[in-house]
């Protein structure tokens, strides 16, 4: 295994290590250490192995960033999960998701400053930014409603999709509004989360948030579907058979 396989497993460690202080704030139940130390692992392990597999010679200082946001979503996984055993700190958690929220506006400019920009560390990017939202909607769905799953199970549906129809495997072009729709709906499910607005506009808040995602898939999937090969070729097929045929010349 190349050295650099082996270099996000010290944000696992950090991660783990951040755990302690985390519960000597929150009581964590077993549980929660288990779900906080699932994701790390799972998260690294895949991690190290696209690593291996694209034969990557180094970590790059963007991975460096999106790394530790990873590390603090490790966090965020058992503090969710400890919310469920009546063990919660708001400040903490929300102080938490803040700080990962913060780093997710870094690493692309990291990224484009550094030259390290990758087709792996947008992807790592962005499942983490995914995880995030499913664990922060997850988190608020006592307090908003369990719709706000929605939110969350979004991105692993249309993943799920891509394994059942081809043509949404297609390759989307790049569209900054995404990163955008992220980052608001972080954003807007970590103020809920604080609990500092009254429940009709936390619910509000949430619903601009699921009408953002939902408008952004909706237009991935629009366009996938018009780029299909066989919808294209049916519409050809279609625009051959009722075209009036040519007039004969003489």
Do not use: H
Not at 99 to 109: E, F, H, S
Not at 222 to 249: C, D, G, H, Q, Y
Request: proline share 6%; net charge positive; glycine share 8%.
């Amino acid at each position: 295994m190349r050295k650099v396989q082996w270099t996000p497993w010290w944000w696992a460690l950090g991660g783990g290590a951040l755990l302690v202080p985390a519960g000597l704030i929150v009581p964590l139940p077993p549980a929660a250490w288990a779900a906080g130390g699932a994701y790390l692992i799972v998260s690294t392990s895949l991690l190290a192995r696209a690593l291996g597999r694209r034969g990557t010679e180094r970590f790059g200082a963007a991975n460096v960033v999106t790394a530790t946001r990873s590390m603090l979503v490790g966090v965020v996984t058992a503090l969710v999960v400890a919310s469920f055993w009546g063990e919660a700190s708001v400040v903490l958690f929300v102080s938490i998701v803040a700080l990962a929220l913060v780093l997710d506006g870094v690493d692309g400019y990291v990224a484009r400053r550094t030259g390290s920009e990758s087709e792996l560390g947008a992807r790592f990017d962005m499942e983490v930014d995914a995880f995030l939202l499913l664990l922060l909607s997850v988190y608020d769905a006592p307090l908003v409603g369990w719709w706000v799953l929605t939110i969350g199970l979004l991105r692993y549906a249309f993943v799920g999709a891509g394994w059942m129809l081809p043509w949404m495997r297609a390759t989307l072009p790049p569209r900054y509004w995404r990163k955008v729709v992220t980052a608001a709906s972080g954003i807007a499910l970590a103020i809920v989360a604080s609990q500092l607005l009254p429940p009709a506009a936390n619910i509000v808040v949430a619903l601009v948030a699921l009408a953002l995602v939902l408008e952004s898939f909706g237009r991935d999937v629009i366009w996938l579907f018009r780029m299909n090969p066989a919808r294209r070729e049916l519409v050809s097929l279609e625009k051959a058979a009722t075209a009036p045929p040519p007039e004969e010349s003489g």
